[in-house]
T-cell receptor, first 111, second 114 residues
Framework: DAKTTQPPSMDCAEGRAANLPCNHS???????VYWYRQIHSQGPQYIIH???NNETNEMASLIITEDRKSSTLILPHATLRDTAVYYC????????????FGQGTRLTINP | AAGVIQSPRHLIKEKRETATLKCYPI?????VYWYQQGPGQDPQFLIS???????DKGSIPDRFSAQQFSDYHSELNMSSLELGDSALYFC?????????????FGPGTRLTVL
């Protein structure tokens, strides 16, 4: 019952920006967009989240469309260590809500 | 910064045996979540606890039980183990009183049932 749609795989050249899209057309007004990644069998790693404004941190930028029905995670200068499965998850920002993982996007950074 | 600690990191059991997985949340975090990730699958939510009370329940088999203790650590008890229980088990913690309630994951416990 994931509420998001992501491409199953993407490739990106090392040093270039990686842009990962996510569709969440049924998002409700109080739901946030969260991004996690999982590097081969490691615990999922939190990347960034946002409600409606664009967000940036030391790892990535999150661009959310004005209608909030889609978003893009941007890794500005991808490295080989960014190869991972990236999950876009929609959930309430409060209330100890579980994370519902969809299939995610398998991002491969090529040298 | 301190992270979520899980123990053991690897566990091998025989069918029908019992296993106990432990999770120590980030200091001051009062909510713990358990997820199961089978081979080639995405993580699936099992159960969560907030302030030592069960707060949500997912597709957790009746053979599994969990609890959160007064120091906020949590244990996942698994009985009558089956081959299909072989998976990665992740624990995450969060502090729901904050404005964003972000979950942070531990490194996981790899359970192998023979």
């Amino acid at each position: 019952d994931a509420k998001t749609t992501q491409p199953p795989s993407m490739d990106c050249a090392e040093g270039r920006a990686a842009n990962l899209p996510c569709n969440h057309s049924t998002i409700s007004g109080n739901e946030y967009v969260y991004w996690y990644r999982q590097i081969h069998s490691q615990g999922p790693q939190y990347i960034i989240h946002g409600l409606k404004n664009n967000e940036t941190n030391e790892m990535a930028s999150l661009i959310i469309t004005e209608d909030r029905k889609s978003s893009t995670l941007i890794l500005p200068h991808a490295t080989l260590r960014d190869t991972a499965v990236y999950y876009c998850i929609v959930r309430l920002g409060q209330g100890a809500q579980k994370l519902v993982f969809g299939q995610g996007t398998r991002l491969t950074i090529n040298p | 910064a301190a992270g979520v600690i899980q123990s053991p990191r690897h566990l091998i059991k025989e069918k029908r045996e019992t296993a106990t997985l432990k999770c120590y949340p980030i200091p001051r975090h009062d909510t713990v979540y358990w997820y199961q990730q089978g081979p080639g699958q995405d993580p699936q939510f099992l159960i969560s606890f907030y302030e030592k009370m069960q707060s949500d329940k997912g597709s957790i088999p009746d053979r599994f039980s969990a609890q959160q203790f007064s120091d906020y650590h949590s244990e996942l008890n698994m009985s009558s183990l089956e081959l299909g229980d072989s998976a990665l088990y992740f624990c995450a913690s969060s502090l729901p009183g904050t404005s964003t309630d972000t979950q942070y994951f531990g490194p996981g416990t790899r359970l192998t049932v023979l």
